[in-house]
């Protein structure tokens, strides 16, 4: 009888604490989701500094994401990376390139070498260029704008 | 019956986004682990599309390119399901050709018929180089 009031109690104690954490962390500012704020029952207590420490680590990370688009993508790192990447395509002769070079006309690739160009450059950069927006994708000045555009309507590097 | 110019170049922009599904799906190859190494499989699919799309760059008949299309799908879907990338090979025996009453010999153009739609870039004695 008395363990079972015991436990009794020990359960509307824990309810207390989960309460009281939740109303510590967002006095502290922070929007945590829900399953932060109400972890499985036997670990809420001991968690607490743990969940604050979680959610300062993803948001120091998503600034560290921010501060590297600014940083390491000017649009001369832009040029110099898609330059380096069509001299390394096999198809081209480094002679002819120039940035202002037309891929069909002047340089002699075929539409099919055009798409495995930019897959490179997919490749190079990390994210999918998608159809519509490659068939205007002629020279590499083009590649560049749209590459600069692209920069920076993400607010983080996709990998 | 006119080619129309609309046609040919929604076409166009098909087999282009053919190609390139095809070269995204070798970036992300998983391979048979223990039976085929990724790397090489990856390889083998790159060369493989570039050499037969540009076997057949030149076609005009919208037809014609709609059959090579259908051909380039059906490799795809083989591929994805079997997770093997090179040609489902049709079996046929001596005698298989034949129908009750009359058997024939196996002739180059009956098997070159009785080859799958997908198999229609190696009829005319295309093998694929496969390591």
Redesign the interface.
């Known amino acids: 009888m008395l363990g079972i009031c015991r436990t009794k109690a020990s359960l509307t104690l824990q309810r207390l604490a989960k309460l009281n954490s939740f109303r510590a962390l967002s006095s502290l500012g922070f929007t945590v989701m829900p399953k932060f704020a109400l972890p499985s029952s036997n670990k809420h207590i001991s968690t607490l500094s743990g969940i604050s420490q979680h959610a300062i680590q993803r948001c120091s990370q998503w600034r560290c994401y921010a501060s590297a688009s600014s940083a390491g993508l000017s649009q001369d790192k832009i040029t110099e990376r898609v330059m380096t990447v069509i001299k390394l395509f096999e198809k081209i002769s480094a002679e002819k390139l120039t940035i202002e070079s037309h891929f069909m006309k002047e340089l002699g690739l ?3 070498d055009h ?2 160009l930019l ?1 490179a450059i997919e ?1 190079e950069f990390g994210f ?1 260029i998608p ?1 519509q927006d ?2 205007k994708l002629n020279k590499p000045s083009d590649i560049i704008k749209y590459l600069c555009e692209k920069m920076e309507d993400r607010q983080y590097v996709c990998m | 019956m006119s080619v129309s110019a609309a046609s040919l170049s929604s076409q166009r922009q098909r087999v282009l986004s053919l190609y390139r599904q095809i070269l995204r799906l070798a970036r992300q190859w998983p391979g048979r682990p223990g039976v085929a190494d990724p790397a090489t499989e990856a390889a083998y699919i790159r060369t493989e599309a570039g050499t037969l799309f540009r076997q057949h760059k030149s076609l005009s008949d919208p037809a014609v390119i709609e059959s090579h299309i259908a051909e380039a799908e059906s490799r795809i879907n083989l591929a994805l399901h079997y997770n093997i990338p090179y040609p489902r090979m049709p079996n046929l025996p001596p005698g298989c050709l034949a129908t009750p009453g009359q058997p024939k010999r196996r002739t180059a153009r009956g098997m070159d018929d009785a080859l799958p739609a997908y198999m229609k870039s190696y009829k005319s004695g295309y093998a694929p180089k496969i390591k």
């Open positions: 075929d539409s099919l798409v495995e897959m490749d999918e159809d490659a068939e």
